[in-house]
């Protein structure tokens, strides 16, 4: 459990940092890097999706951890990352607390910002002359199996060339992006409530 902490925890940091740092600059050359198709309005709904189901995996590993530590102190339950707890000696809470925040906080921040930048883009439909749409447009859910019925990004952009947006489900996509970003924030606070509960006396 531990070693696949260490990978995913790392991963994560990695990517939310990375996100964050695509999104402030956009940064659309790093991104059509990685895919082509792709620009940088993705980052919103990309983030809110497999950042969110990423968020959820670190995590439920984070509890796993925690609550099989009966020790004193937040600091000893607060699983470790990159550096040998036993070789911290008095930087040990300094160093969980960049933790603590990194995992724990930092993301929960995240997520409010990218709702916020989700919504200072369009949706529009994907045909000759486009529409703009609601984000929230009554569409049946099999718009989630054809994909690309609709698209998202910064329609005043549509007229630059290669500028198509990317695929997006009116509706249905943000109801997604929502349940998973509620069961983050629900994990974050039951992560956090474990890391901070007293623990328990063993019994004689």
Not at 12 to 22: A, P, Q, W
Not at 68 to 78: D, P, T
Not at 113 to 138: C, G, I, M
Request: aromatic residues 16%; glycine residues 4%.
């Amino acid at each position: 459990m531990n070693k696949l902490w260490n990978t995913l925890a790392t991963f994560y940091v990695l990517y939310i940092l990375g996100s964050l740092f695509m999104d402030r600059t956009n940064n659309g050359d790093l991104i059509e890097s990685f895919n082509p198709s792709e620009n940088w309005s993705s980052i919103p709904i990309f983030y809110l999706s497999f950042g969110s189901l990423l968020s959820i995996a670190v995590l439920y590993i984070c509890y796993q951890i925690t609550a099989h530590e009966n020790k004193q102190g937040w600091e000893n339950r607060m699983p470790g990352l990159w550096l040998d707890d036993s070789q911290m000696h008095g930087l040990l809470k300094k160093w969980k607390v960049v933790l603590f925040s990194l995992i724990l906080i930092f993301p929960v921040v995240l997520q409010v910002h990218f709702w916020r930048r989700f919504h200072d883009w369009q949706a529009w439909s994907n045909v000759k002359t486009p529409e703009v749409v609601s984000l929230y447009e009554l569409v049946s859910p099999a718009y989630l199996l054809s994909w690309d019925s609709y698209r998202y990004g910064d329609f005043s952009n549509m007229n630059e060339e290669g500028w198509h947006g990317v695929s997006y489900v009116p509706l249905w996509q943000p109801v997604i992006m929502l349940t998973l970003s509620l069961i983050t924030l629900y994990m974050t606070w039951k992560a956090i409530s474990l890391i901070f509960k007293s623990p328990q006396k063993e019994q004689s």
